[in-house]
Structures are given as structure tokens and as C-alpha cells.
């Protein structure tokens, strides 16, 4: 069997105190290629990313710019990384052990929320069983992919929000996705800055609406508003 060749795909937007944490992170977590793809930052983003393998403009938007990198990408495994997180550093170890068995097509990491408190293990263990039962991940989970399968089901969808959503969707019935243990190493700062009750609430209000037929656009302008 030849061997796997893990690209990590990282989009940013102004993520200048982050991104060279990030890289340096997916570099020690055993990818053989990393990817920073911007989507117009401007703040110093791109030139704290030049540690990696390739810094590429991109118009904004997470799901454009994650499709972008793929495109770019010369691994036959795609794991798609935000700014804020940071893998562990078995990570591509880890990766590479799932994906032996013919029938996994991707799957995600066990997230552990930098911060201390009862509160944020709850929201880490509600994470992980919503993978579990919902097979629902998310972006901020590290989801990583074998490329043909990502190719199969159409790539990220080129919406404003939801795009993590609607890729599990048509990730369904492709092949067994796993939830590694390996942590991801998530920021708190979305939860801190907002509170976890409030943003969760704001999540859950987020995918209601769009189960119910919101467009993507209209949800990208409520979470917006909130940020």
C-alpha cells in the first residue's frame, strides 16, 4: 500500500496572533504539507503564515477558501484546520491509522476547549456525541477527509455558513466516519466572549433555522451580528 500524504488546509481571515501557531502545530503534528489559504486579511496574517508550504489568496469565505486549498493540495488525505486550533502531535499517526481500514472515509478529533471548568468539558463531551449519533461535525473538530471521497460528494459547498453541515450531510452513506480520541486543541475565545450558554443557544437557534429552510446568506448575517 504507498504511503498517505496528509495535507492540513488552514483558512484564515486576519488571524495574524494565531497563524504561525498553527502552522508550526500542524507541521509537528506529522502533515506532510500545510496550507494557509487567506481570504483577505488585513491585518499581518500572510506573513506570520510564511512557515508553510504554501500561503494562497483567496476571495473570503471559510468554505471558498477550504476548497481552494484542496485544489492546491498534493495529498490524497485533506484534514481542514481553523487558525485557532491546534492539532496534537500524534495526529497524523493517528490519521493514518484509521484510514488503513478500507472502510473509513474520514472522520474528526476528540476537541478539548482551551479552558478550565465543568462547563467546557460538558460542551466537549456534547461535541463528541453529536459526531457519534448525528455523524455532524464540525469545522472547528478538525475534520479530515480521504480527497477522493471529497470529491465525490462535491467539496465544501461555497455557502456563506453551514457549509461544515451540509458536507456531513453528503458525507452520509459514503463510508464509516470516525471521531479519532487524539484532542484537538480548540480556543475558547468564541465562548468567552459571548459566554458558553448564550452561544450555544445562538448555535442551536442557527441550525434550527436552517433545518427549517433558511438560506445560508440570512445565517451568515445573524452569526455576524454576534461575533
Not at 483558512?11 to 506529522?30: F, H, T
Not at 449519533?133 to 471521497?149: K, M, P, T
Not at 458525507?171 to 448564550?198: C, D, N
Request: glycine share 10%.
Amino acid at each position: 500500500m504507498p504511503a498517505m500524504h496528509l495535507s492540513a488546509v488552514i483558512p484564515a481571515l486576519n488571524e495574524g496572533p494565531n497563524i504561525a501557531a498553527a502552522v508550526a502545530a500542524a507541521r509537528g503534528a506529522g502533515f506532510d504539507e500545510v496550507l494557509v489559504v487567506d481570504g483577505g486579511s488585513t491585518d499581518d496574517t500572510i506573513a506570520q503564515a510564511a512557515a508553510a508550504d504554501r500561503v494562497l489568496a483567496s476571495p473570503p469565505g471559510r468554505a471558498v477558501q477550504q476548497n481552494l486549498g484542496a485544489t492546491h493540495a498534493a495529498g490524497d488525505v485533506l484534514c481542514f484546520l481553523h487558525a485557532d486550533c491546534r492539532p496534537h502531535p500524534d495526529s497524523g499517526r493517528a490519521i493514518r491509522g484509521a484510514l488503513a481500514d478500507a472502510r473509513v472515509i474520514g472522520g474528526c478529533f476528540t476537541q478539548r476547549i482551551d479552558a478550565a471548568g465543568w462547563p467546557y468539558r460538558l460542551l466537549e463531551w456534547g461535541n463528541r456525541q453529536r459526531v457519534l449519533w448525528l455523524r455532524r461535525a464540525y469545522g472547528d473538530q478538525g475534520i479530515f477527509l480521504r480527497r477522493e471521497v471529497f470529491e465525490r460528494v462535491g467539496r465544501f459547498p461555497e455557502w456563506r455558513l453551514m457549509e461544515d453541515v451540509e458536507l456531513s450531510r453528503r458525507l452520509r452513506g459514503q463510508g464509516r466516519f470516525v471521531v479519532l480520541p487524539t484532542p484537538l486543541l480548540v480556543s475558547a475565545r468564541r465562548w468567552q466572549k459571548r459566554g458558553i450558554l448564550r452561544q450555544t443557544l445562538h448555535n442551536w437557534s442557527l441550525l434550527a433555522r436552517f433545518a427549517c429552510g433558511a438560506s445560508p446568506d440570512t445565517l451568515a448575517e445573524s452569526y455576524r451580528a454576534v461575533r
